[in-house]
């Protein structure tokens, strides 16, 4: 079973970090692009970053490139985000999500994790 | 970057009966379109990809079509857990966009 399990939302204040794991299982976690999704509550799905397989191409959102950075360890099974710098408008639940691998539509989500940002 | 436009914002429907959503494309996305369902504090939920191919799952209450830059769900005999909010996702190419999402509510 395809298993994404979120951890390292919470609380920070406006200019703060805070690390995001996304940690799988129950795929081969090595061949699967994976991609990081934001919603505001109550409101749409944002595309955020997305990593390749083997963590050496990566892309953002204009709204977050420069302040956050997507990693992967492909040892470990996880996915980071880590986002620096944060602003009030970075408040959302994250989502980690996976790229089905032939077909590119995203097939699992992870449970989500809320951040928020707020001084 | 490809703008995907759902209609309506919110549609209200009785259970048993059918519910109609569209989601339009502004330029072609060929058959790279997914639907997806979410639920109040859970992650959305594959129901479709590749415009009409249902995933695992899914019941066959649950129909898509389309292709290019019009696309339809349909849901026939709404049942109570079918009142969500439901989204679609281009993956032509990149960026991938979603669609502002459609509220379905009991009427």
């Known amino acids: 079973e395809v298993q994404l399990v979120q951890s390292g939302g919470g609380l920070v204040q406006p200019g703060g970090s805070l690390r995001l794991s996304c940690a799988a299982s129950g795929f081969t976690f090595s061949n699967s692009w994976m991609h990081w999704v934001r919603q505001v509550p109550g409101k749409g799905l944002l595309w955020v970053s997305r990593?390749?397989?083997?963590?050496?191409?990566?892309k953002y959102a204009d709204s977050v490139k420069g302040r956050f950075t997507v990693s992967r360890d492909n040892t470990r099974n996880t996915l980071y985000l880590q986002m620096n710098n944060l602003r009030a408008d970075d408040s959302a639940v994250y989502f980690c999500?996976?790229?089905?691998?032939?077909?590119?539509?995203?097939?699992?989500w992870g449970q989500g994790i809320l951040v928020t940002v707020s001084s | 970057e490809i703008v995907m436009t759902q209609s309506p914002a919110t549609l209200s429907v009785s259970p048993g009966e059918t519910a109609t959503l569209s989601c339009r494309a502004s330029?072609?996305?060929?058959?790279?379109l997914a639907w997806y369902q979410q639920k109040p504090g859970r992650p959305p939920r594959l129901l479709f990809y590749?415009?009409?191919t249902r995933a695992t799952g899914i019941p066959v209450r649950f129909s898509a079509t389309g292709s290019g830059t019009e696309f339809t769900l349909t849901i026939n005999s709404l049942q109570s857990e079918d009142f969500a909010v439901y989204y679609c996702?281009?993956?032509?190419?990149?960026?991938?966009?979603f669609g502002q999402g459609t509220e379905l509510e009991t009427k």
């Open positions: 330029q072609s996305v060929g058959s790279s």
């Open positions: 590749g415009a009409s």
């Open positions: 990593i390749n397989s083997d963590g050496s191409d990566t």
């Open positions: 999500v996976r790229r089905e691998l032939s077909e590119n539509y995203y097939d699992f």
């Open positions: 996702l281009h993956y032509n190419y990149w960026p991938y966009s």
